[in-house]
């Protein structure tokens, strides 16, 4: 089972498969740096941290417009996978992410925020990898819609047995879904749990 562990000799983090892990901090405080480094973009601030690798790594930036890998809802799903799902996989993945009214000839261009971000969580679902990596997910959404994304990425996490890292400013969106929340102070700062 896969397992995310970041550690100093004086701490240790650790999240097991289906958890929903919050990284939580004031605006500014590192929380997308962490994410990064979780990913293998960044090093480490000390030399002592340690953090144990994934097979696959997904990682969902906070950028609006997205950048796109393909054309159409079809080529998105479909980029970078090794065995290629069939048309009724794609239409189930959809359904299972509330996109089932999106044909999967639509251009991606044309789709809005809320479409465009269950589309990439759909993508990574299909890719299935051990840790995923989401950065302010529902800071653009009212209320009510971010509160369903986390319910429903948390439902995901559990039943794929996939480790979910969430960084995000609006807490309260997460809080009742969450495994466990990690507090970060600074970029050079190991996280604490809450």
Request: glycine letters at 4%; hydrophobic letters at 45%; charged letters at 25%.
């Amino acid at each position: 089972m896969p397992k995310l562990r970041l550690n100093n000799p004086e701490s240790c983090l650790q999240a097991e498969a289906g958890e929903l892990i919050l990284l939580r901090g004031d605006a500014g405080s590192g929380k997308s740096a962490w994410l990064k480094r979780m990913a293998g973009l960044m090093d480490l601030p000390e030399a002592s941290m340690r953090m144990s690798k994934h097979a696959v790594v997904r990682m969902q930036f906070d950028r609006w417009p997205c950048v796109w890998l393909g054309g159409n809802v079809e080529e998105e799903l479909m980029f970078g996978l090794g065995a290629l799902p069939s048309r009724a996989q794609l239409e189930e993945t959809l359904s299972n992410w509330r996109l089932s009214d999106l044909s999967l000839t639509k251009e991606v261009r044309h789709l809005n925020r809320l479409q465009s971000l269950r589309l990439s969580l759909a993508a990574i679902d299909l890719a299935k990898p051990e840790l995923v990596l989401l950065d302010n997910p529902s800071a653009a959404l009212c209320e009510e819609t971010a509160l369903i994304l986390a319910e429903d990425i948390a439902a995901w996490a559990r039943q794929s047995n996939t480790i979910v890292v969430v960084a995000s400013n609006r807490w309260q969106d997460w809080h009742t879904v969450v495994s466990q929340t990690w507090r970060v102070r600074t970029a050079d700062q190991l996280p604490t749990r809450l």
